[in-house]
């Protein structure tokens, strides 16, 4: 199993809208400059799609198609396709009533959102050591263009894989959440 490289120097993403599904998450990882755009056309009746970019350029990465346009479908990641319900699995053992996992395609580590107990709005996420390597703030905050910050603690060498993963991750659990699925 491959280890992250942790570090102290944080970096942040923020968000520019309250809409989970229709947002732009930009900031920094390190020197590199960070780009998210979720971006959901909604049809009638089942042809919801979510579209995740990312870089400057925009591109396409991957899609979430819902059932209906609320109900949880199906990602595509490239050539692989795989129920959204496996971004998020069953807490581990002796989690908080609202934790939830994913892994990574690549190695299998396990990563695990949790839903802060003091604010509720807030979700940390843990490596499969149960270490923090990240937090998700939704605000309020000063500049009224910030909806949602998040800060994290892995190596500025990047692992964009697990930055995507747990960007939609994120996103499925507070949509969960929001309408009790």
């Known amino acids: 199993m491959a280890t992250h490289t942790y570090n102290e120097r944080a970096n942040d993403l923020y968000w520019t809208r309250d809409d989970l599904r ?3 998450i930009i900031g920094f990882q390190g020197a590199r400059e960070m780009m998210f755009r979720f971006t959901t056309a909604e ?8 579209i ?3 870089g400057v350029d925009l591109r396409t990465v991957a899609h979430l198609d819902w059932t209906g346009q609320h109900q949880l479908g199906m990602v595509t990641l490239g050539k692989h396709r795989f129920p959204m319900t496996s971004l998020l699995q069953p807490g581990t053992p002796g989690s908080r009533a609202r934790s939830r996992r994913f892994s990574l395609p690549r190695n299998g580590a396990f990563y695990e959102w949790r839903q802060d107990e003091a604010d509720t709005s807030g979700w940390t996420l843990y490596d499969v ?3 923090r390597i990240a937090r998700f703030d ?3 905050f000063k500049r009224a263009e910030v909806r949602g910050h998040m800060r994290y603690y892995w190596s500025d060498n990047g692992d964009d894989e697990l ?3 747990a960007l939609m991750a994120l ?4 949509w969960v959440l929001r309408y009790e699925l």
């Open 138 to 140: 939704p605000g309020p």
């Open 163 to 165: 930055l995507l993963f």
């Open 52 to 54: 995740v970019q990312t």
């Open 22 to 24: 229709n947002t732009d």
């Open 171 to 174: 996103m499925l659990n507070r």
């Open 129 to 131: 050591y149960n270490a």
């Open 43 to 50: 049809g009638y009746p089942s042809h919801t799609k979510t």
